[in-house]
């Protein structure tokens, strides 16, 4: 009786967790707005501007994305900066002496799997802001815009980790 309630209980435990990871997986593209910055090409010299492009892009958001509560917000506050933020990565791609320009905008776009420190973001389409250099086909780079973890805030301790099974664990083992 006891081998049968045990078999019982873990097979409740890893469709749980199925369900879990599927929820987990759509709730991720729901939940995160992303950044990506393509450069002209993989020549060092377009990739060391993409960087420097990322610098001042950063530094002018940061203020605007420094109280953002919800992604929605975000969303908002980056869909009526577009035009700066052109002129932003223009004004620093001209600073350096590059004569081609950027094209900055807020779409859906797939992503593969991608880990920032602790954090893993599932592969799948996201909200995305896409800033592309020149023809936009070297190497890029890649963070996260909401939940900050690139712009203000992008410390780890405003970033709360949770686990489905150590917290599922914690309560069995808890009691």
């Known amino acids: 009786m006891k081998v049968v309630a045990v078999i019982i209980i873990c097979a409740v435990l890893i469709i749980a967790g199925i369900y879990a990871v599927k929820s987990h997986t759509q709730s991720n593209e729901e939940s995160y707005l992303r950044i990506h910055i393509r450069a002209n090409s993989n020549d060092s010299i377009d990739q060391s ?3 420097k492009v990322k610098e001042s892009i950063v530094d002018f958001m940061s203020p605007a994305l420094q109280d953002v509560k919800s992604k929605d917000e975000a969303m ?5 900066n577009l035009a700066a933020m052109k002129s932003v990565a223009d004004s620093t791609l001209a600073q350096y002496g590059y004569n081609y320009k950027s094209k900055v905008s807020l779409r859906k776009e797939e992503f593969p799997a991608r880990t920032y420190g602790e954090l893993t973001l599932d592969r799948g389409v996201y909200d995305a802001l896409i800033i592309e250099l020149g023809s936009g086909e070297g ?3 890649w963070c996260v815009v909401f939940p900050p973890l ?3 805030g992008a410390d780890d301790e405003n970033v709360e980790y949770k686990s489905f099974f150590g ?3 914690g309560k069995i083992f808890n009691k």
């Open 150 to 152: 690139c712009f203000v």
């Open 49 to 51: 501007v993409k960087y």
């Open 167 to 169: 917290e599922l664990f």
């Open 76 to 80: 908002q506050i980056l869909q009526c």
């Open 139 to 141: 190497d890029n780079w």
